[in-house]
């Protein structure tokens, strides 16, 4: 099996939500790389194969950011 590639479109308004989103996606294991852009509304994850996109969205959810739209692998993703 091959890496998941996830994108999230979340709505952070200030350094510190773009920084909320990246300390939970750091402590989450699977997660190989991401980049979170304050600029761009974004929150690019790749995982391994192991990583259920169910698990990110939730991880992020948490941080009490609202996620407006989202893809797994290329496909839209319900939020």
């Known amino acids: 099996m ?3 590639h996830y994108k999230f479109n979340v709505s952070m308004s200030c350094g510190g939500c773009s920084g909320a989103v990246e300390r939970v996606l ?3 294991d699977g997660v190989k790389t991401y980049d979170v852009s304050l600029e761009t509304q974004t ?3 790749v995982t391994e194969p192991s990583l ?3 698990q990110v969205l939730e991880k992020i959810k ?3 950011k ?3 739209s989202a893809e797994a692998d290329g496909a ?3 939020v």
């Open 2 to 4: 091959s890496d998941h």
């Open 52 to 54: 259920e996109y169910e």
């Open 76 to 78: 839209t993703m319900s």
């Open 26 to 28: 750091k402590k989450l």
């Open 66 to 68: 609202t996620v407006n």
């Open 43 to 45: 929150a690019d994850v």
């Open 62 to 64: 948490k941080t009490g």
